[in-house]
Nanobody, 125 residues
Framework: QVQLVESGGGSVQAGGSLRLSCTLS????????MGWFRQAPGKEREGVAA???????TYYADSVKGRFTISQEEKNTVSLQMNNLKPEDTAMYYC???????????????????WGQGTQVTVSS
């Protein structure tokens, strides 16, 4: 059974930084597309950043480009470094991995993702 465990998150003032980590277990496939979605109250869920061992290697939402960096720390651990945070980044952040066939497009479309429980990020002005 695929499981994702998130850590990090919290509250920070605008301009500050936070780091999220997600550890995957029970995933035995060679293709891996994994990353973060977020959902703010009253808004749709959106893909924030993902890393893939195919092409394209990474994805970033336009709203976070230049501020967020996704990286693979170990085989099944992905981190999201969030710098220069803004109040509009406030949301629940969910780690997600695409079940096979794993592609970035399928991950973004959430066609068959496994999800973590979520971690809250709050940015105050």
């Amino acid at each position: 059974q695929v499981q994702l465990v998130e850590s990090g998150g919290g509250s920070v003032q605008a301009g500050g930084s936070l780091r999220l980590s997600c550890t995957l277990s029970g995933y035995t496939y060679s293709d891996l597309c994994m990353g973060w979605f977020r959902q703010a109250p009253g808004k749709e869920r959106e893909g924030v950043a993902a890393i893939y061992n195919g092409v394209p290697a990474t994805y970033y939402a336009d709203s976070v480009k230049g501020r967020f960096t996704i990286s693979q720390e170990e085989k099944n651990t992905v981190s999201l470094q969030m710098n220069n945070l803004k109040p509009e980044d406030t949301a629940m952040y969910y780690c997600a991995v695409a079940r096979p066939p794993s592609t970035m497009a399928r991950w973004l479309a959430s066609l068959d993702n496994a999800w973590g429980q979520g971690t809250q990020v709050t940015v105050s002005s």
